[in-house]
């Protein structure tokens, strides 16, 4: 296993690339299953998940071909019977199960476990498929979807915490080869829902409403291959704007979509941060004394789930009381106890985390545990003084491409060590 080894109190200074989005990569990649043409996706981000995803679908008999940072995809012929181990290691995977049901008619997928930051279930996910005319049946840890014929229906898709991200992908890319016309209410408007109904619609899909909460589908017979840009990634974009901030840096994204990004832009310049706007780059660096803000995640528009362990490391350098509560994830504070490691004074109060911040941290080791609460021990360990490792760090290479060369090339001192 591999540490990230950093030493803290260097202001991060200079440019960093975006790259693509992985939570648009993923269901993109799982959508190309829909048709029997060779499909092109670009911008992809050199991730784990995303060669995981790759075997996953050349598992179901694609042919794969990734190169740098782009994925193509030819499913001339596929099973519907994805790798019970594969599937069960990624959450993610889920969304392939909408794909095979739309192009075969079938789909069994090992029940996609849960993961530190919640339960996960996809009961929003099945009520939309039999919502299609699908039959559910859950046996020896698979789900089995199969339906006869798949047909339009009104679906509410809305659950406990909102809309669902991948729920709202799966019933999307079912319905673009049902017969008739589906409707989905309480859809998830994440701009990478938004992203596949882009590439559903260049595969001759027919779709309205997408990034709103009520997504039309009008199904088709056959969907053809096509070509596709991934968006660039607001939550990799929002991961370097917090390092920036709490380094006291400067620093610009460059490719970062600020229409994506304003809840946590708005969030940012509350407390002080300075975010500054030219084409498709972003500029942030800090005006003044930080204040605390209070933050509450919530499903798109509403500030994202994905950047709250981030931003409460903000919280945690920033004199004053801050409220964080995660209203997405039962179990998303899993940085918590960690960043107490370095110092910060943070305390749980069901959902919501008090931070008492503006103690300075101080390094020493740490270890990662989901994808967002690694990256937040990374900022950490840059704004900290002294020496951070940060262990376990598969978790960020799921999601961050080339994270330590970004930072590094941003003055960071950081470099991955093979853990003793
Ligand atoms: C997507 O997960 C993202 N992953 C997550 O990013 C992100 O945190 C999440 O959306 C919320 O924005 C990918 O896109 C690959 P949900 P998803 O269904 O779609 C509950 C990261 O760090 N729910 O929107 O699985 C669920 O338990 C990852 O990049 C049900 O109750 O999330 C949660 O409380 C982490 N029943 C809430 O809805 C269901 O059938 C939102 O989950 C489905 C979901």
Redesign the pocket.
């Given at each position: 296993m591999q540490s990230l080894l950093i030493k803290g109190g260097v202001p991060l200074r200079g440019e960093v690339q975006i790259s693509g989005a992985?939570?648009?990569a993923?269901?993109l990649m799982a959508a190309t299953l829909l048709t029997d043409e060779p499909c092109v996706i670009r911008n992809v981000p050199e991730l784990s998940?995303v060669k995981f995803m790759g075997r996953i679908l050349q598992s179901l008999g694609a042919e794969v071909e990734i190169s740098g940072n782009t994925v193509r995809v030819h499913a001339r012929k596929i099973k519907s019977v994805g790798d019970y181990e594969l599937i069960r290691q990624m959450?993610?995977s889920?969304?392939i199960m909408g794909a095979l049901l739309g192009r075969l008619r079938r789909a069994t997928v090992s029940l996609p476990g849960g993961?530190v930051?919640?339960?996960?279930?996809?009961?929003?996910?099945?009520?939309g498929f039999a919502a299609l005319g699908a039959k559910i049946a859950i046996e020896a840890g698979y789900v089995n979807v199969t339906a006869k014929k798949l047909s339009g229906a009104e679906v509410f898709l809305g659950?406990?915490?909102?809309?669902?991200?991948?729920?709202?992908?799966n019933v999307m890319m079912a319905a673009t080869l049902a017969e008739g016309v589906t409707t989905i209410e309480s859809a998830?408007c994440?701009p990478?829902v938004v992203d596949l109904a882009d590439f559903l619609i260049a595969m001759g899909a027919k779709i309205s409403g997408a990034g709103s909460p009520t997504i039309t589908i009008t199904g088709v017979k056959k969907l053809h291959g096509a070509e596709h840009e991934v968006i660039p990634d607001r939550?990799e974009a929002a991961t370097y704007a917090i390092a920036a901030a709490c380094t006291n840096g400067s620093v610009v994204l460059r490719g970062a979509r600020a229409d994506h990004m304003h809840a946590i832009l708005d969030k940012m310049r509350e407390s002080g941060v300075k975010v500054e706007r030219s084409g498709t780059s972003l500029h942030i660096s800090r005006k003044g004394k930080l204040k605390p803000v209070d933050i509450t995640t919530l499903?798109?528009s509403g500030f994202?789930?994905?950047a709250q362990a981030q931003m409460m490391v903000l919280m945690a350098l920033t004199p004053g009381i801050s409220i964080i509560t995660e209203r997405?994830?039962?179990a998303r504070f899993m940085h918590v106890s960690e960043l107490a490691r370095l110092g910060a004074d943070i305390e749980i109060e069901g959902p919501s985390a008090i931070v008492k911040g503006g103690k300075p941290l101080s390094g020493a080791p740490v270890m990662a545990s989901?994808?967002?609460a690694s990256a937040a021990l990374v900022i950490a360990g840059l704004a900290a003084r002294g020496t951070t490792e940060v262990q376990r760090i598969y978790h960020l290479d799921r999601?961050y491409e080339n994270i330590d060369g970004k930072l590094r090339a941003l003055g960071a001192r950081i470099q991955r060590v093979d853990a003793k």
């Open positions: 992985k939570n648009a993923l269901p998940d959450r993610g889920v969304c993961c930051i919640g339960a996960r279930p996809i009961n929003l996910h099945l009520k659950g406990r915490a909102g809309s669902t991200v991948l729920g709202t992908a998830a994440e990478e939550i499903p798109y994202p789930t994905d997405i994830f039962e989901d994808l967002r999601g």
